[in-house]
Antibody, heavy 113, light 108 residues
Framework: EVQLVESGGGLVQPGGSLRLSCAAS????????MHWVRQAPGKGLVWVSR????????SYADSVKGRFTISRDNAKNTLYLQMNSLRAEDTAVYYC??????WGKGTTVTVSS | DIQMTQSPSSLSASVGDRVTITCQAS??????LNWYQQKPGKAPKLLIY???NLETGVPSRFSGSGSGTDFTFTISSLQPEDIATYYC??????????FGQGTKVEIK
């Protein structure tokens, strides 16, 4: 069974940093492109970042470019999102998703003083 | 960037009704379109991929159609468990993924 389990969310002050992780199991992680998507409270889904299967190519939404870094460790079957210079508007549930539409349950990030 | 315009933003229908949601892309995306169902507090669940293909295990009352810029999602006979928000999503590119604004479906 395909499983994606996010972790690393929490409460952080504006300007702070967090690293999210997404542990994958039940499939060959190294064969899939992966994404991060976020959803602010009461709002819709917004794509954040994507990484290709071997980690050599990444892309970002304009709203996070220069602040967030996506990466992966195929040996550990884990996807990461390093989030720096966090702002209140980054407050959201963050989901990792496989390129073909399988999603994890999400982890909540709250940016507040 | 590709924009996805989804309508309506909400609808109320009776059990057994046929429900239709539309999604329009700002440029040709061929059939690179998914439809998701999201229930409160839960992750989105893929229902339809490649515009018209039913994901394994999804009830056949759900269907999708369209190509190019205009797409339609249909629930042929609304059930109480279908109460959710539905999103279209393009994966043609620019940026890699773009979502519609969502349609909240309620029971009348």
């Amino acid at each position: 069974e395909v499983q994606l389990v996010e972790s690393g969310g929490g409460l952080v002050q504006p300007g702070g940093s967090l690293r999210l992780s997404c542990a994958a199991s039940g499939f060959t992680f190294s064969s899939y492109w992966m994404h991060w998507v976020r959803q602010a409270p009461g709002k819709g889904l917004v794509w954040v970042s994507r990484i290709n299967s071997d980690g050599s190519s990444t892309s970002y939404a304009d709203s996070v470019k220069g602040r967030f870094t996506i990466s992966r460790d195929n040996a550990k079957n884990t996807l990461y999102l390093q989030m720096n210079s966090l702002r209140a508007e980054d407050t959201a549930v963050y989901y990792c998703a496989r390129d073909d539409g399988h999603w994890g349950k999400g982890t909540t990030v709250t940016v507040s003083s | 960037d590709i924009q996805m315009t989804q309508s309506p933003s909400s609808l109320s229908a009776s059990v057994g009704d046929r429900v239709t949601i539309t999604c329009q892309a700002s440029q040709d995306i061929s059939n690179y379109l998914n439809w998701y169902q999201q229930k409160p507090g839960k992750a989105p669940k893929l229902l339809i991929y490649d515009a018209s293909n039913l994901e394994t295990g999804v009830p056949s009352r759900f269907s999708g159609s369209g190509s190019g810029t205009d797409f339609t999602f249909t629930i042929s006979s609304l059930q109480p468990e279908d109460i959710a928000t539905y999103y279209c999503q393009q994966y043609d590119n620019l940026p890699p993924w773009t979502f519609g604004q969502g349609t909240k479906v309620e029971i009348k």
